[in-house]
């Protein structure tokens, strides 16, 4: 019989009862087509620490087998993605059943994903895009992944934020993914535009949005000099719903093709050379893609994931380089529809500037926040609750931050 181990004996209470040996012998088995093989030990542990993922459980799962004519055991290591419930907080179950990310992502996993690297390996692009797909379970309702730790990819510091070898890594590769999915959407004649939902689709998530919007509103108004700006923000929160809704409707005019939706630094895993030096990057976490401008995403990631002393002065210049590439996969795959050259796409970048603001008065305070907090808070608005957001406002980094932004976001209209 395997031996079963656990992180913690309360964390083993946790742990839905199919992460089991008999689970996953089938999914070894079936993954190196060889019957004989018996799990001999399992080891199931959290994948993240408490209060950092509030969409779907993720598990590690560490294992030893043998083939029949194995004498010594072999190891791998998988990590798990799986719906949970949270017992305490019925609104989060709602929201999480309203936008059915987990569910998604495995459609991407299984039906998407795996075409854009055929596609990108067709024109010599074979690094892979994300990490390797173990098994996609509609039944059980989860993913399996290989475990990229084990191939040594890291994720960076999000609270230190990415230096410029990193950010180019990262824009590359997301200008490969959305070229590939441009083409994919051209040879299926639109399939992908069926990702017509965003973050501010669903009800479910207003709660979040409005009370962090309302928090940050209160916290700007006790601001000495700010206390205008404090007001803006209080005026913005019931409308950050309808404003997230167009920001996300594809234009006409625009260049449109699937973003990741959430691209930010603990989405992507590097991995690096003897000296310390990135060479290759995969992406990860597919909940939240959307038919649109991949303006978005850049807005999103370059106020959330880049270092603070790069965020100013490097802008045009990063875009630039995103596009530079978008530009050159999107002619190496023959695309037939129109590239933008990059004065159309910085109009695009500008037209798409409202992103900067749910970013760093949404965003920005959840990653930089010291204090822990249990995500399961994020839909609250009682008094406490507010209390509590309002209070990681004024943490020092996130305050300068927040200050900084303001004025150019109030110049440019972006508060009205």
């Excluded at 093989?37 to 950092?52: N, Q």
């Amino acid at each position: 019989m395997a031996e079963v181990s656990s992180h913690t004996e309360e964390c083993a209470e946790s742990f839905p009862s199919w992460l089991s040996r008999e689970y996953f012998e089938s999914v070894v088995r079936e993954k190196l087509c060889d019957d004989s093989i018996v799990i001999t030990r399992i080891d199931v542990a959290p994948a993240a620490e408490k209060g950092e993922h509030f969409l779907c459980a993720i598990y590690r799962i560490q294992l030893e087998y043998k083939r029949a004519e194995d004498s010594d055991a072999q190891r791998v290591s998988y990590v798990v993605k799986a719906r949970f419930e949270n017992k305490e907080n019925q609104t989060l179950n709602d929201a999480l059943e309203t936008q059915d990310v987990l569910g998604r992502e495995m459609f991407m996993y299984s039906s998407v994903l795996p075409k854009l690297s055929s596609i990108l390996a067709d024109i010599g692009q074979k690094a892979q895009l994300v990490p390797e797909i173990i098994r996609v379970d509609y039944r059980k309702g989860c993913i399996i992944f290989e475990d990229l730790c084990y191939r040594r990819f890291k994720m960076c510091d999000k609270m230190v934020g990415l230096d410029l070898e990193h950010i180019k890594l990262a824009l590359k590769r997301l200008a490969a993914f959305n070229a590939a999915a441009a083409k994919l959407n051209e040879i299926e004649e639109g399939s992908l535009q069926k990702f017509n939902r965003c973050c501010f689709s669903d009800s479910g998530l207003e709660p979040f949005f409005t009370s962090q919007m309302e928090a940050c509103g209160r916290a700007v108004q006790k601001w000495k000099g700010f206390e205008g700006y404090g007001d803006k923000l209080l005026a913005l929160a019931p409308k950050i719903m309808e404003y997230g809704r167009r920001l996300f409707e594809p234009k006409s005019h625009h260049f449109n093709t699937l973003i990741h939706g959430d691209f930010w630094i603990n989405n992507m895993m590097f991995r690096y050379d003897a000296n310390d030096q990135p060479i290759e990057n995969v992406l990860i976490d597919f909940q939240f893609n959307s038919w649109t401008s991949p303006a978005i995403d850049l807005h999103y990631f370059l106020k959330t994931s880049v270092n603070e002393d790069l965020k100013w002065d490097h802008e045009q210049e990063l875009v630039r380089y995103y596009h530079n590439h978008l530009a050159e996969d999107l002619n190496a795959l023959q695309f037939k529809g129109r590239i933008p050259t990059f004065q159309d796409f910085w109009s695009q970048f500008l037209d798409n500037s409202f992103n900067e603001v749910t970013s760093v008065c949404i965003v920005v305070p959840l990653i930089l926040n010291e204090q822990k907090s249990d995500s399961a808070d994020l839909l609250e608005n009682d008094d406490n609750t507010m209390k509590s957001k309002e209070a990681v406002y004024n943490q020092t980094r996130i305050k300068t931050i927040i200050q900084k932004h303001l004025p150019s976001f109030d110049k440019r209209g972006l508060l009205d």
